[in-house]
């Protein structure tokens, strides 16, 4: 076990997947020299070279369809977006083709391209730099979506991304890049808990709460906070948001009977509208009251001085927690 | 490969003035007065640049780009411009911004993070700053069109880095405004590098020579020549004016700084390199001429100091005063008319931050119970 930040456990994920499979291929701005914007690809190019590591133009349309034309030579493209608002001019790439070729092919060409992206707000960035843009993929059949919430999940799972005969959009969330975790890189990753599994964080018995990426530490810290009030919160990281992992939510919640799901993207077609409703459908009767989703607000992510405002923080959560519990809360007395 | 095409310019790193004779004739009305008035601009822009580097460095800005190195490209070009033509840039323009009339504290405004845009456009004729690489080239040839369709005889200009061409926007929009003839002219400051990327990844030819590939005539220019950069900018708005379509500048230049105030450049570039550059420096270089000229007077550079640092108290008392939005403000403007999916939103965060009898809330990631 070594301590390590949630970047350096990204990078070393990375440096064995280069070092086992000599198909795997990095692409992306910057990654190169500069080990990327935000360093988690350090040290690789000098390491690996410049045709394993690749720094590109600065064409994310291009990046991401060169990805599909390296896949069907039978490469593993590993791309970085630099940022969550530069995916869009790539949009077209990796939902017209990513995501479908293998379908279209009836299953002869592969896309096993893992496609990172720093998402999530709460740095103090400017403008098309702090966006969560998931829903816009889980949105899309034939795509994988993950999102890991600590350093060994962060080097454990882009491992089994880059396995992935599928193409898997791997979220980073970049406000916990630079926290710290314990990370045994021995762990082997076709034999580590599936990328498509949930997990179950904190057990409780009152209230699920499903979380992932950034909103993991966020919804473990509420527990904690709730639990000096007598609240017993389970708390779930998702980590795969396409497909969810039914099942372990669903066993959560027939156990508590409550379910608050939180994100930080908007509320209004996200995620947490699909796993409220998914929710509802298979533990109805188990349900003590309506899903409660505690979510970004349907607006651009704005300006740095107001962002707190937008992204759930603790307190939004255990008001939410309030609402699943029936206890007083900001909407008490309101209807619907 | 390379065509090699030399640079147009009209004064030497040196500061001498050395003729041209197809492009002396567009500053011909550039006499002592304007020369020293150019020279301030330069002077009054870097100083910007440097104080809002230092509002960054004091945590007043969450981040800045800085323009040092390219302020003749920006004033050049920036000074070149009617008041009716229609600016669209990127994020680093703000040398450009000052030109166009911009408040000072407008341009810190969105560095701030107290709002996502410093200014009205039309307040200026210029677009909010675009950070989505390359995308204001569409919107300035499509301004352009609507120019053309009015039957006006204005000019849309849009500036963006040696990177940008690489996407696929700025080729897009010069297909468009080569089809339509659009009245745009495309001001690429080629200053070397894409954060870490230097120019010769995004390029195997010169930049300028892109644009022929598209049937656009283009032009390169010394970026660090203020007085060539005026003449070239001012043939392209006239062919434009004039019904003779887009023309793409490269205004051959350097960031002599960090690619924003987050930036380490001593990670992938070359001191030796920088070096040359700030040999030729744009400052230095007018400041030559001014003396050659024997123009550059205790008086004047009086002057230009003490304007320089009346903006620069300017920007950072405005930058200070700056009252934080509201909490609520956050909901404002997402949509021009009701939205029923927000109303209800926007009344239940009412609602919740009224629940800490505190109207700011309890925002922190720590919490307040
Ligand atoms: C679509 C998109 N991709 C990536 C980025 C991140 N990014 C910001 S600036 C930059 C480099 C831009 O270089 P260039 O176009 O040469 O302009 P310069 O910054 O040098 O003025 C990159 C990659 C972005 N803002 N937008």
């Given at each position: 076990?070594?301590?390590?930040?949630?970047?350096?456990?990204?990078?070393?994920?990375?440096?064995?997947?280069?070092?086992?499979?000599?198909?795997?291929?990095?692409?992306?701005?910057?990654?190169?020299?500069?080990?990327?914007?935000?360093?988690?690809?350090?040290?690789?190019?000098?390491?690996?070279g410049t045709h394993r590591v690749v720094d590109?133009?600065?064409?994310?349309?291009?990046?991401?369809?060169?990805?599909?034309?390296?896949?069907?030579?039978?490469?593993?493209?590993?791309?970085?977006?630099?940022?969550?608002?530069?995916?869009?001019?790539?949009?077209?790439?990796?939902?017209?083709?990513?995501?479908?070729?293998?379908?279209?092919?009836?299953?002869?060409?592969?896309?096993?391209?893992?496609?990172?992206?720093?998402?999530?707000?709460?740095?103090?960035?400017?403008?098309?730099?702090?966006?969560?843009?998931?829903?816009?993929?889980?949105?899309?059949?034939?795509?994988?979506?993950?999102?890991?919430?600590?350093?060994?999940?962060?080097?454990?799972?882009?491992?089994?991304?880059?396995?992935?005969?599928?193409?898997?959009?791997?979220?980073?969330?970049?406000?916990?890049?630079?926290?710290?975790?314990?990370?045994?890189?021995?762990?082997?990753?076709?034999?580590?808990?599936?990328?498509?599994?949930?997990?179950?964080?904190?057990?409780?018995?009152?209230?699920?709460?499903?979380?992932?990426?950034?909103?993991?530490?966020?919804?473990?810290?509420?527990?904690?906070?709730?639990?000096?009030?007598?609240?017993?919160?389970?708390?779930?990281?998702?980590?795969?948001?396409?497909?969810?992992?039914?099942?372990?939510?669903?066993?959560?919640?027939?156990?508590?009977?409550?379910?608050?799901?939180?994100?930080?993207?908007?509320?209004?077609?996200?995620?947490?509208?699909?796993?409220?409703?998914?929710?509802?459908?298979?533990?109805?009767?188990?349900?003590?009251?309506?899903?409660?989703?505690?979510?970004?607000?349907?607006?651009?992510?704005?300006?740095?001085?107001?962002?707190?405002?937008?992204?759930?923080?603790?307190?939004?959560?255990?008001?939410?927690?309030?609402?699943?519990?029936?206890?007083?809360?900001?909407?008490?007395?309101?209807?619907? | 490969?390379?065509?090699?095409?030399?640079?147009?310019?009209?004064?030497?790193?040196?500061?001498?003035?050395?003729?041209?004779?197809?492009?002396?004739?567009?500053?011909?009305?550039?006499?002592?007065?304007?020369?020293?008035?150019?020279?301030?601009?330069?002077?009054?822009?870097?100083?910007?640049?440097?104080?809002?580097?230092?509002?960054?460095?004091?945590?007043?800005?969450?981040?800045?780009?800085?323009?040092?190195?390219?302020?003749?490209?920006?004033?050049?070009?920036?000074?070149?411009?009617?008041?009716?033509?229609?600016?669209?840039?990127?994020?680093?323009?703000?040398g450009v911004a000052y030109c166009r009339g911009?408040?000072?504290?407008?341009?810190?405004?969105?560095?701030?993070?107290?709002?996502?845009?410093?200014?009205?456009?039309?307040?200026?004729?210029?677009?909010?700053?675009?950070?989505?690489?390359?995308?204001?080239?569409?919107?300035?040839?499509?301004?352009?069109?609507?120019?053309?369709?009015?039957?006006?005889?204005?000019?849309?200009?849009?500036?963006?880095?040696?990177?940008?061409?690489?996407?696929?926007?700025?080729?897009?929009?010069?297909?468009?405004?080569?089809?339509?003839?659009?009245?745009?002219?495309?001001?690429?400051?080629?200053?070397?590098?894409?954060?870490?990327?230097?120019?010769?990844?995004?390029?195997?030819?010169?930049?300028?020579?892109?644009?022929?590939?598209?049937?656009?005539?283009?032009?390169?220019?010394?970026?660090?020549?203020?007085?060539?950069?005026?003449?070239?900018?001012?043939?392209?708005?006239?062919?434009?004016?004039?019904?003779?379509?887009?023309?793409?500048?490269?205004?051959?230049?350097?960031?002599?700084?960090?690619?924003?105030?987050?930036?380490?450049?001593?990670?992938?570039?070359?001191?030796?390199?920088?070096?040359?550059?700030?040999?030729?420096?744009?400052?230095?270089?007018?400041?030559?001429?001014?003396?050659?000229?024997?123009?550059?007077?205790?008086?004047?550079?009086?002057?230009?100091?003490?304007?320089?640092?009346?903006?620069?108290?300017?920007?950072?008392?405005?930058?200070?005063?700056?009252?934080?939005?509201?909490?609520?403000?956050?909901?404002?403007?997402?949509?021009?008319?009701?939205?029923?999916?927000?109303?209800?939103?926007?009344?239940?965060?009412?609602?919740?931050?009224?629940?800490?009898?505190?109207?700011?809330?309890?925002?922190?990631?720590?919490?307040?119970?």
């Open positions: 076990m070594t301590q390590m930040t949630f970047a350096r456990a990204i990078n070393s994920g990375l440096r064995k997947s280069l070092e086992n499979d000599p198909k795997v291929i990095l692409m992306g701005e910057d990654i190169g020299t500069l080990g990327g914007v935000f360093r988690v690809t350090d040290g690789l190019q000098k390491d690996f590109t133009p600065l064409a994310e349309s291009a990046i991401m369809g060169t990805a599909v034309g390296l896949a069907y030579r039978g490469y593993r493209p590993v791309v970085e977006i630099q940022f969550d608002g530069f995916i869009y001019p790539a949009f077209d790439q990796i939902v017209s083709q990513v995501a479908k070729l293998h379908y279209r092919t009836q299953g002869a060409v592969k896309m096993p391209i893992t496609i990172r992206v720093p998402f999530g707000g709460g740095i103090g960035s400017p403008e098309h730099h702090s966006e969560s843009p998931e829903a816009y993929f889980t949105h899309t059949s034939g795509l994988r979506v993950v999102s890991v919430s600590n350093p060994q999940d962060a080097h454990t799972v882009i491992q089994q991304a880059i396995l992935s005969d599928d193409p898997v959009l791997y979220f980073e969330p970049k406000r916990r890049y630079h926290d710290k975790g314990e990370v045994d890189e021995g762990i082997d990753p076709r034999t580590a808990l599936p990328m498509d599994s949930a997990r179950v964080v904190t057990e409780g018995t009152d209230v699920t709460l499903v979380a992932y990426g950034p909103l993991v530490k966020t919804a473990k810290d509420a527990a904690t906070a709730a639990a000096d009030e007598g609240i017993s919160i389970e708390v779930i990281d998702l980590r795969s948001l396409a497909p969810v992992d039914y099942a372990t939510v669903e066993a959560s919640v027939r156990k508590t009977g409550r379910l608050v799901v939180t994100h930080e993207a908007g509320q209004s077609g996200g995620l947490g509208a699909e796993v409220a409703a998914s929710i509802t459908e298979r533990c109805f009767y188990h349900l003590e009251t309506a899903p409660v989703r505690i979510t970004g607000f349907d607006i651009p992510y704005p300006y740095s001085k107001l962002e707190m405002h937008h992204l759930p923080g603790l307190d939004r959560i255990l008001d939410g927690v309030d609402r699943a519990l029936g206890r007083p809360n900001s909407l008490s007395g309101l209807e619907g | 490969m390379s065509t090699d095409r030399n640079l147009i310019q009209l004064v030497t790193p040196a500061g001498e003035r050395i003729s041209h004779p197809e492009f002396d004739p567009w500053v011909k009305d550039i006499g002592d007065e304007q020369l020293c008035s150019l020279y301030e601009d330069l002077t009054v822009i870097r100083r910007i640049d440097v104080e809002a580097t230092a509002l960054q460095r004091q945590g007043e800005l969450g981040l800045w780009p800085p323009l040092l190195g390219q302020e003749a490209a920006q004033v050049g070009s920036g000074r070149a411009l009617r008041d009716d033509d229609f600016v669209f840039s990127s994020y680093r323009e703000n911009v408040d000072l504290t407008d341009i810190t405004r969105v560095w701030r993070g107290t709002a996502s845009s410093g200014w009205d456009p039309y307040s200026v004729n210029m677009a909010t700053p675009q950070i989505i690489i390359g995308a204001q080239t569409l919107h300035a040839t499509g301004y352009a069109m609507g120019i053309q369709n009015d039957g006006a005889d204005s000019v849309a200009v849009t500036y963006f880095g040696d990177g940008a061409t690489s996407e696929g926007d700025v080729n897009e929009a010069m297909v468009f405004a080569a089809s339509f003839q659009a009245p745009v002219v495309f001001f690429c400051s080629n200053n070397h590098w894409a954060i870490s990327e230097p120019v010769r990844l995004q390029s195997h030819i010169q930049i300028a020579d892109r644009a022929t590939g598209f049937g656009i005539p283009s032009l390169r220019v010394d970026g660090n020549d203020v007085l060539a950069v005026m003449a070239a900018t001012r043939v392209a708005l006239d062919r434009a004016r004039h019904g003779g379509g887009p023309t793409f500048i490269e205004a051959v230049t350097y960031r002599m700084g960090p690619h924003t105030t987050a930036d380490d450049p001593t990670r992938y570039r070359d001191a030796n390199e920088l070096e040359d550059w700030a040999a030729k420096d744009p400052i230095l270089r007018i400041k030559a001429l001014l003396e050659r000229k024997g123009l550059l007077t205790d008086q004047v550079q009086q002057h230009v100091h003490d304007k320089a640092e009346s903006v620069a108290r300017e920007i950072r008392s405005g930058c200070i005063g700056m009252p934080d939005p509201e909490p609520m403000d956050i909901f404002k403007h997402v949509y021009s008319e009701p939205n029923s999916w927000l109303d209800r939103q926007q009344d239940h965060y009412a609602r919740y931050l009224a629940s800490f009898g505190d109207p700011a809330g309890a925002t922190s990631e720590e919490g307040a119970r």
